[in-house]
């Protein structure tokens, strides 16, 4: 039989009455395919439910073969060395047992064929950047991306023949994602992948797009994808267009009619005035007459009818996903102005750094897990002190930490922008909220019952919203759980942003679409370097 997962007539609420699925029916087979979804489709929910997290109330899951998972929130035992995480702690305690001269029967059971258990645990974590991880080493001294890789090692030791991967390129340095793009690629079996990494889904043979409580199917890797929607795109405004054009025609064709049916009222009721024929027999030509006219305006009313719903139904197969379009040029800093200097600066994990920013520069902070991105970007806000050194921001910045925490869950979006620019009459900020896509009623929403993607447009905007307008923006990976199309948000509107930026990221795709103008590397020391590829 055929390994694949195999999704029937699915339904799922939440306990707070929430459907979130309801008759959702899908196949993943053989092959590497990646599911992807707008935040707030689904995609975690659809993931839980396949590993049996979750139940689901309706509907079947099934999974021929044996599945191995690797979720987004992995926790590993820290106390745990790491040949039990990779599933292989009783086997090398019982080869250990033997070559000391224990005979046990259970010993050899434990063994059985894997007599080269050390030799292929090493060789998996070599292919994963982790030859430096000793076996016998604790979970608890690896860093959070060597814990991702680690988990990964562990599936691909145990060969399952269907795995899932949950945002698998979260928290990995850019070494490490290459080393995950490879391994995926050289996948055998049936792997589905949920992620919002467009480098690992360019390595994909199918893209699974959740939207509206469905999957749909696309063959090829994302820019295939990405094509086959935009000319479904175009095909459904083409659309669009056709059903106003006859909505507008049976509209006409139901005035018409009107009118046709009052003239020809009034010339019956004149003549039935003026005839001599007999009463009895005008009054059934009245009838007649009549009722053909009511026949005539109920088909003009369903052919109009007919043409909305027609309309409606072209409407909604066009993608409204949201657009910010913002204009900023409170932002603007001319090309010669300092906005930063440190020098000489140690950090607390021992890094040294030197940097001058000048005029509108946009740097890409690279670096490796735990190198120091994040603890220069917090010496810069002033929220950790360097060791020695000078840190001297010269204009207005505002910072994006990776957790979001910028925004008061208890507020509104209005009142947290209210905050952080308390000159601004409340006219103004929803004025300035809208072009972020938060109009009328959905300025005020507050901010904890916000979806993910929405939580990140709304930090977005008290930032670059604030006052005085920020001339230097620092993002510390900001396309962490963001959906390609939140990634293009952000694009968006880091362009209207005329100051300087740094932003530190793994993301070097990303990274490209914001014009960088210098490319830094942190290791020990802060460095210019080439452009990656």
Known sequence: MSHAIVVTDLRFAWPEGDLLFDGLNFTVGPGRTGLVGVNGSGKSTLFRLLTGELAPQGGSIRIEGRAGYLRQDLTLD????????????????????????????????????????????????????????????RVGEMSGGEAVLLGLAAQFLQRPDVLLLDEPTNNLDLAARRRLYDAVASWNGVVLIVSHDRELLERVDTIAELRAGRVRSYGGNFTAYEQAVAVQQESAERAVRAAEADVRRQQRDLIDSQIRQG????????????????????????????????????????????????????????????????????????????????????????????????????????????????????????????????????????????????????????????RLAPAASVQAIRSRLARFQFRGDRADQIVGTLSGGERFRATLAVLMLAEPAPQLLLLDEPTNNLDTASAEQLSQALAAHEGALIVASHDVRFLRTLGITRWMQLDGTLAEIDPPD
């Open 78 to 137: 820290a106390s745990l060395p790491v040949d039990e995480v990779l599933g292989i702690g009783g086997v090398r305690r019982a080869l250990s047992a033997i070559e000391q001269g224990d005979v046990d029967e259970r010993h050899f059971t434990a063994v059985g064929d894997d007599w080269d258990v050390d030799e292929r645990a090493r060789a998996m974590l070599d292919r994963l950047g982790l030859a430096h991880v000793d076996l016998d080493r």
């Open 263 to 418: 003239r020809g009222e009034r010339y019956g009721k004149k003549a039935f005035e003026n005839t001599r024929a007999p009463r009895a027999v005008m009054r059934v030509r009245k009838r007649t007459a009549q009722a053909t006219a009511a026949k005539q305006r109920n088909l003009h009313t369903e052919k109009l009818d007919e043409a909305r719903e027609r309309l409606t139904a072209a409407e909604d197969a066009v993608r409204d996903d949201d657009v910010i379009a913002v204009d900023l040029p409170e932002t603007a800093v001319p090309a010669g102005r300092t906005v930063l200097r440190v020098e000489g600066a140690e950090l607390r994990n021992g890094a040294t750094v030197d940097l001058e920013l000048g005029g509108p520069e946009r740097v890409a902070l690279l670096g490796g897990n735990g190198s120091g991105k994040t603890t220069l970007l917090e010496t810069i806000t002033g929220r950790l002190d360097p060791k020695a050194g000078i840190v001297r921001p010269a204009v207005p910045m505002r910072y994006l930490p990776q957790r979001l925490t910028v925004l008061d869950d208890a507020e509104t979006i209005v009142a947290n922008v209210a």
